[in-house]
């Protein structure tokens, strides 16, 4: 069975500092593509990254950093020097090869207060 | 490059109303998802089209719920009749790929209030 973990339901850190979400999916699949998605207070989900599961690279976008690891089964996510403007919910999703269905996490809300 | 368009962005009706709402796709895109997001049950896929055509729809929650994608262009959601547990965000969400996911393009959701 597919499922994804986001066991911090709410993160609240001071401005400038890095923070990391974590994600932990379970899959039976060798195939798979992971996904971080932003929803901001103003409510869109934005795209944020998509990961396949021969890939375990990590990956760096500006502030942005992504660790994944298949032995823990995790797909973790870096803030470094986090700014209020990253004050979102951030979802961690899944999806299996050939299936259009993305399993979401529960969600992360994360507050940065200046 | 315009975004996915969803109208209304409110909605606030009372139970038994029929309620539409609507959503603009970007062009070229050939699959088109309906999300529904509650506090309760988080996102939820409603239906998925491709190519114009309904794929999955067993999210549906049931008869009252309905959707329709006449063109490639252009998706509604119904809901007939409405009731009070129908309140949500639903989010209108297209995509490039089919079959594989890819990166899905969502509107900025449509807040549903029944009363």
Not at chain 1, 13 to 22: H, I, N, Q, R, S
Not at chain 1, 46 to 62: A, K, P, T, Y
Not at chain 1, 79 to 87: F, G, L, M, P, R
Not at chain 2, 63 to 85: G, W
Request: proline share 4%; glycine share 6%.
């Amino acid at each position: 069975a597919q499922k994804v973990t986001q066991a911090q339901t709410e993160i609240s850190v001071v401005e400038k500092e890095d923070v990391t979400l974590d994600c932990v999916y379970e899959t039976r699949d060798t195939t798979y593509y992971l996904f971080w998605y932003k929803q901001p207070p103003s409510g869109e989900l934005v795209f944020l990254i998509r990961r396949n599961s021969f890939d375990e690279q990590n990956e760096i976008s500006g502030r942005y950093s992504w660790n994944f690891q298949k032995s823990t089964s995790s797909f973790n996510f870096t803030i470094t020097a986090s700014q209020v403007v990253d004050s979102a919910v951030y979802f961690c999703a899944l999806s299996e090869w050939g299936n259009y269905q993305l399993i979401w996490g529960a969600g992360t809300k994360l507050i940065i207060k200046p | 490059d315009a975004g996915v368009i969803q109208s209304p962005r409110h909605e606030v009706t009372e139970m038994g109303q029929e309620v539409t709402l609507r959503c603009k796709p970007i062009s070229g895109h050939n699959s088109l998802f309906w999300y529904r997001q509650t506090m309760m049950r988080g996102l939820e896929l409603l239906i998925y089209f491709n190519n114009n055509v309904p794929i999955d729809d067993s999210g549906m929650p049931e008869d009252r719920f309905s959707a329709k994608m006449p063109n490639a262009s252009f998706s509604t959601l119904k809901i007939q009749p409405s009731e009070p547990r129908d309140s949500a965000v639903y989010f209108c969400a297209s995509s490039l790929s089919s079959g594989n996911t890819g990166e899905l393009f969502f509107g900025e959701g449509s807040r549903l209030t029944v009363l």
